[in-house]
């Protein structure tokens, strides 16, 4: 297997570089489909590039915006990926709600969740954003967790070790489908889970997206 596509990108810049580059794939995708869809994660890490995509020229009106994962709290919750997303995305683009697509953490009947969210994602994800944590987990897909044999279903409810615990998430077969896929990581802290995701150590949940490209800052890509 080839190595990954790994963009090391200054600290400072890293938010503008990821927003170019999901800018970038969802303009490709534009120039030869009518819609595309861009499915997003929560964490620390991508706030500040999505307030700078928010501030690209594109054809927003041509793009369906998803979800990677979904913390199983209200939208308006301060841990909700959806409120990130609105507060950073939505809301300064002025988004029309029919190109949201939410994972609904509200609900209680989590199996349900799942499956309605799997009934509304595309066959196939165009751009997707992914973040890492420090144990290698990638959307809400944690090491050693059954969740990462699934082959059937594309969104799971899962139980992970980081707050808040439930979680919606899409599963591997869907991240691997998808088109175009970045995986944003930064800082001295996930330098040597970095590495050994970028060696193909597959028991981490990042390294078995083998189709993402990767941009870091120089601390978590070790220089
Ligand atoms: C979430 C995520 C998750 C995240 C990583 C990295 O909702 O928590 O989608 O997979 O991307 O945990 O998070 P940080 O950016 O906070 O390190």
Known sequence: MSAPRTHVVPTGAL????????????QTTLAAQPRASLALSGGSTPGPAYRALATR????ERVDIYFVDERFVPPDHAESNYRLVEDTLLRPLQLA???VFRMEGEREDRDDAARDYA??????????LLGMGDDGHTASLFPGHA?????EQRVL???????????????????????????????????????????????????????????????????
């Not at 009934?119 to 997707?128: C, I, K, N, S």
């Open 15 to 26: 938010s503008q570089q990821a927003a170019d580059w999901m800018a970038d794939a969802l």
């Open 57 to 60: 020229v594109l054809p927003w």
């Open 97 to 99: 709600p029919s190109q």
């Open 119 to 128: 009934a509304r994602l595309p066959a196939v994800l165009d751009v997707v």
């Open 147 to 151: 969740a990462l044999e699934e082959h």
């Open 157 to 223: 409810a899962v139980v992970g070790p980081k707050p808040p615990p439930w979680r919606l998430t899409l599963t591997l077969p869907v991240l691997q489908a998808a088109r175009q896929v970045l995986t944003l990581v930064s800082g001295a802290g996930k330098r040597d889970t970095v590495r050994r995701a970028l060696a193909g150590d597959s028991s981490l949940p990042v390294a078995r997206v083998t189709n993402t490209e990767w941009m870091l800052d120089p601390a978590a890509a070790g220089r």
